[in-house]
């Protein structure tokens, strides 16, 4: 699943391609993909619109119009992109907005799970409003996060999936930013310390914007609307290196499962102190 660098590499590459473009028409395949709303309803909507704007809010694409604002989130396997018109349709090309230009802005989507929905200028979608920090903008204190955390027994790992903390993470993300800080992933959050709370904020926007600077990471899906793949995934110091030899300690690299995803960590260096989660009482922060 693309997450922040991967969108954002998205957002980098169709904005000049976009802005002051005139949308001109719009079709869809999978009418699925846009629910609640419906193909005609959208077409209508965007019809005659200028893109004034494109920008990112964690895993979302923002559109702006001038009268509202396309969302879409890629979900699994989408991908968005700007092709001429005269270049070959893919099969898994699922929705088109045709521009004054001769182009058409493109959603590329194997599972269709991707999602579009239009939103009019006046409210900000609800799935906007929930989101948390932006990671590559903002810089929360510790003891904003440690009051957060506070209230969470949730294990850190999954919590940091949580959108409306940081916005953007996802699960490869995930792995790689408790490595950097040297967290176990199982460690509830209302346990970590003061210094590894210190730790987590400052690896969250590093490891971000080191694979924005990659081009994100490509495994399966993932390719920029250019074609071209990110390299982050030669950078991984834990994600799919299960078995593998820690390059900080020489440790191990295990794998296991929390809330149904697999997470990779350094049974060495980010080894439980204390406190594993559900099993032993925490310390005092
Ligand atoms: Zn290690």
């Known amino acids: 699943m693309p997450e922040l660098p991967e969108v ?5 590459l169709i904005r000049p391609r976009l802005t002051g473009r005139k949308m001109i028409g719009a079709r869809f395949s999978v009418p ?40 879409v989130h890629l979900r699994m396997t989408g991908r968005l992109y700007v092709r001429s018109s005269g270049k070959p349709h893919d099969a898994h090309e699922r929705a088109f907005f045709d521009l004054d230009d001769g182009c058409t802005l493109v959603l590329n989507d194997s599972r269709t799970l991707g999602t579009i929905r239009y939103f009019s200028k006046k409210k900000l979608p609800a799935q906007i409003q929930r989101l948390g920090w932006e990671p590559l903008e903002e810089t929360p ?21 949580d959108q409306s903390l940081w916005a953007g993470i996802g699960n490869i993300y995930a792995s790689e930013i408790l490595w950097d800080a040297t967290i176990n992933p199982q460690k509830r959050a209302s346990q970590l310390t003061r210094e590894e709370i210190r730790r987590l ?6 490891i971000l914007r080191h694979a ?23 950078e991984f110091r834990v994600y799919g290196r299960d078995g593998e030899t820690c390059l900080r300690c020489g440790g191990v690299i295990v794998r296991i499962v929390q809330a149904q995803r697999s997470t990779y960590y350094c049974k060495k260096c980010q080894k439980m102190r204390q406190n594993i989660c559900g099993k032993e009482k925490g310390e005092i922060v």
């Open 32 to 71: 699925r993909q846009l629910r609640p709303q419906t193909p005609d309803s959208v077409r209508r909507a965007v019809r005659c619109q200028v893109v004034s704007r494109v920008q990112r809010r964690g895993k979302y694409i923002l559109i702006d119009l001038d009268k509202g604002t396309l969302l």
């Open 201 to 206: 904020i400052d690896s969250v926007p590093r």
């Open 8 to 12: 954002e590499t998205v957002v980098r």
């Open 141 to 161: 204190g510790p003891d904003q996060v440690r009051d957060i955390f506070r209230r969470r027994t949730l294990a850190i790992k999954p919590l940091l999936l």
């Open 212 to 234: 924005l600077e990659c081009g994100g990471t490509t495994l399966r899906n993932f390719a920029d609307p250019d074609g071209k793949s990110g390299s982050y995934q030669d």
